[in-house]
């Protein structure tokens, strides 16, 4: 009204993720929202999805994975689509590329809504799982229980340990512990949607592990899956993979930086080291200033989270210490980087 927008309104969790959505566009009719998210089950980074509209309701549906070979183990971005919805343009990282993101031309005459099975899926995300009694008629949604065996990954010994296990709204679900290491959650499974439950394992001594499990129609009274866990490293760098906006130290995800709190707080005298590195684009100077504040975020973060702050060094690196060469792009990607390494258990 008076050529001024209102009524902002958040789409709301069967849109929306706790992560990164981005580059969203609505097609002519009004039917289908397009969107990048790296919050999704998914082939790489940002996937590009697709939302129907049910005028009925007032709701769009869950997001459907555009699939291969629009999306790619890559970020995938910014789709838009022509009026007729006959050629569609992106922006992703393939290996024809000229620099880093490239623009292609998609021909949608042929596209159908990719039906991701369990076991696609599962592949991607997960270690193989075991199916149990294929019970059910197709068309009801199932109820069934997730067991999760947790042992050492060199010895195959029961680990005792901690889970939290979520659905896609963030909501937790209650975890039972039968035994040492061994935990059970009931969980469900749809046949005409998918579900997605994200959760994370953390032990005393051990690195936090964290995975997703994706299910769309799947037939059992029982999944069971063991989680093999790693010994922590003294002063070994480990990856976070926190995404942040160009230029800002601002972090855009939290997911990394729960399981390194996960594991603070089951290590009560661990003391870590966040580093913060660039690649050698820019000036010395800014990408050094740039690297500190991106690992004081994440030490505030940890602090206000109610981790010990004299447990926790920020440290910004900047440029000095390259695990790729700067002369490719592949290379300034692994250098654009945040770490963390344990200083003392």
């Known amino acids: 009204n008076n050529g001024r927008w209102v009524n902002l309104k958040n789409l709301g969790p069967e849109v929306n993720t706790e992560k990164d959505e981005d580059g969203v566009f609505i097609s002519a009719n009004g039917k289908h929202l397009y969107y990048s998210s790296n919050g999704l089950a998914g082939m790489g980074d940002l996937d590009i999805y697709r939302s129907t509209y049910d005028p009925v309701t007032s709701s769009w549906s869950e997001p459907i994975n555009l699939g291969y070979p629009i999306n790619s183990v890559e970020n995938d971005i910014y789709f838009v689509l022509n009026a007729d919805e006959k050629f569609a343009y992106i922006s992703s990282v393939r290996n024809e590329n000229v620099g880093e993101q490239d623009i292609y031309k998609i021909d949608m005459t042929n596209w159908k809504p990719v039906d991701l099975s369990q076991r696609e899926m599962m592949d991607k995300l997960t270690e193989p799982v075991k199916l149990v009694q294929p019970v059910a008629p197709v068309g009801q949604t199932r109820s069934f229980k997730m067991s999760l065996l947790i042992v050492d990954d060199a010895s ?4 005792d340990a901690s889970v939290n ?17 061994l935990f059970e959650i009931d969980v469900t499974s749809a046949p005409n949607s998918s579900t997605l439950y994200k959760f994370n394992v953390s032990s005393k001594g051990y690195a936090t592990f964290s995975s997703s499990f994706y299910f769309h129609g799947l037939t059992a009274s029982a999944l069971q899956d063991t989680i093999r866990l790693e010994k922590v490293v003294i002063d070994l760098p480990y990856p976070l993979n926190i995404y942040f906006a160009l230029n800002s130290d601002q972090p855009l995800s939290t997911d990394e930086m729960q399981n390194l709190l996960a594991m603070l707080m ?41 981790a010990d702050a004299n447990r926790i060094t920020a440290i910004g690196y900047g440029t000095s210490k390259p695990v790729a060469s700067n002369q490719t792009k592949e290379g300034r990607r692994k250098n654009r980087r945040t770490e963390f390494k344990i200083l003392e258990e």
């Open 165 to 181: 296990f979520k659905n896609k709204k963030g909501n937790l679900l209650p975890v039972k512990s039968i035994s040492i290491g």
């Open 266 to 306: 089951s290590n009560k005298t661990m003391k870590v080291e966040i580093g913060g590195h660039t690649d050698n684009f820019g000036a010395e100077e800014y990408n050094l200033n740039l690297s500190q504040r991106r690992a004081n975020a994440v030490k505030n973060f940890l602090i206000k989270s109610g």
């Open 156 to 159: 195959g010994e029961v680990v």
